[in-house]
């Protein structure tokens, strides 16, 4: 029982040391992400079409 409590004391001073990030840069992280995402979706699904495409013409 002792290591475990000696385990949650360790994490609560690691998680001081930890440098969190502010709510600006959160955000402006997940414009990204989410950007970033929707193009390669959109992008993969021109590529599904066009193969796609071009399936159903030799075939």
Partial sequence: ?????????????EMKK???P?????LSST???LI???IFAI???LVDFLLLR???LIF
């Fill in 18 to 20: 930890v440098a969190w």
């Fill in 31 to 33: 414009k990204i992400v």
């Fill in 43 to 45: 992008l993969l699904g």
């Fill in 1 to 13: 029982m002792k290591k475990f409590f000696r385990y949650l004391k360790e994490c609560r001073l």
């Fill in 36 to 38: 970033t995402t929707i």
């Fill in 54 to 56: 071009f399936i159903y």
């Fill in 22 to 26: 502010n709510r600006a840069t959160i």
